[in-house]
């Protein structure tokens, strides 16, 4: 089992629709979680933290966090093409030291 | 916010040569930076961690010898690839954290094409 898994896609919805993004981790420990943004060529950004189970929003974006289920997503409304990108889940895991495992990211496709 | 700078932010060197890239928070105090390498359509996978005043920690399969870091103060870290070889072409990314928070920060990138 990979310790941060995500469907590659690619995901495509239409422009204007709620894009969701989906994250499962293996360390149950795990207190920390990050969404980033990656463009094409570019280094990541990071979009969302969430520490706490439950929604966080932030603009058109809502991380949410089941920790019993050990998921972790992340919803776009009103998705635009500039959105489309690769969506990397990032899990703090305290057994490797606090240091961030990556999953390996959706391509998120947004069509005009 | 947060900012982190890299240099340069594309290279193209012989094979054989040394390449070192610089890794700098700009707004911020980092107490650990962390290289990152990625190839192309894959994930980030983690090289090694720099801490400022002491050793970088380095991943398992990650040659220290040949990837020389140096974390020479609190806003400055610097990544060595010794006698490159086209098998090290790839995108090298640095990423700084505060002391509290443990959300990273991530530089632009650095492109490294060895001929």
């Known amino acids: 089992q990979k310790e941060v898994e995500q469907n590659s896609g690619p995901l495509s919805v239409p422009e204007g629709a709620i894009a969701s993004l989906n994250c499962t981790y293996s360390?149950?420990?795990?207190?920390?979680f990050f969404w980033y943004r990656q463009y094409s060529g570019k280094s990541p950004e990071l979009i969302m933290s969430?520490?706490?189970?439950g929604d966080k929003e932030d603009g058109r974006f809502t991380a949410q966090l089941n920790k019993a289920s050990q998921y972790v997503s992340l919803l776009i409304r009103d998705s635009q093409p500039s959105d489309s990108a690769t969506y990397l889940c990032?899990?703090?895991?305290?057994?490797?030291?606090?240091?961030?495992?990556f999953g390996a990211g959706t391509i998120l496709r947004v069509k005009s | 916010g947060a900012v982190v700078s890299q240099h340069p932010s594309r290279v193209i060197c012989k094979s054989g040569t040394s390449v070192k890239i610089e890794c700098r928070s700009l707004?911020?105090?980092?107490?650990?930076m962390f290289w990152y390498r990625q190839f192309p359509k894959k994930s980030l996978m983690l090289m090694a961690t720099?801490?400022?005043?002491?050793?970088?920690?380095?991943e398992q399969g990650v040659e220290k010898d040949k990837f020389l870091i140096n974390h020479a103060s609190l806003t400055l870290s610097t990544l060595t690839v010794t006698s490159a070889h086209p098998e090290d072409s790839s995108f090298y990314i640095c990423?700084?954290?505060?002391?509290?928070?443990?959300?990273?920060?991530f530089g632009p990138g650095t492109r490294l094409t060895v001929l």
């Open positions: 990423s700084a954290r505060e002391g509290g928070p443990d959300t990273q920060y």
């Open positions: 360390d149950r420990g795990s207190q920390s």
């Open positions: 969430i520490y706490s189970n």
């Open positions: 720099s801490n400022e005043g002491s050793k970088a920690t380095y």
């Open positions: 990032a899990v703090n895991m305290s057994w490797r030291g606090n240091k961030l495992v």
């Open positions: 707004d911020f105090q980092a107490t650990t």
